[in-house]
């Protein structure tokens, strides 16, 4: 992998996020933009797969912090 090119090097907070226990022994220092991987969020736990070249354009958050139920529970209930 070139220089500048692996999320390690692109986004440091963004590799924060990278599922070590789902991604097949790969790392932030092993994957380019283009990349199809598993993420973890820091907040809920939650898993799921993007494209790296989304997560860095802001794109493809995690779904379970921006559901009504995880931002406000006693709202979600009624």
């Not at 500048?4 to 990278?18: H, Q, V």
């Not at 907040?43 to 779904?63: F, N, P």
């Not at 912090?65 to 979600?76: D, E, Q, R, T, Y």
């Amino acid at each position: 992998m070139k220089r500048g090119k692996t999320l390690a090097e692109r986004s440091p907070k963004l590799a924060n996020e990278f599922c070590y226990e789902l991604n097949d022994g790969l790392t932030p220092n092993d994957v380019g933009t283009a990349a199809l991987v598993w993420w973890k969020c820091k907040e809920c736990g939650h898993q799921w797969k993007a494209q790296i070249y989304a997560r860095l354009k802001g794109q493809c958050k995690c779904q379970n912090c921006k559901s009504l139920a995880w931002v406000n529970p006693k709202i979600a209930e009624e």
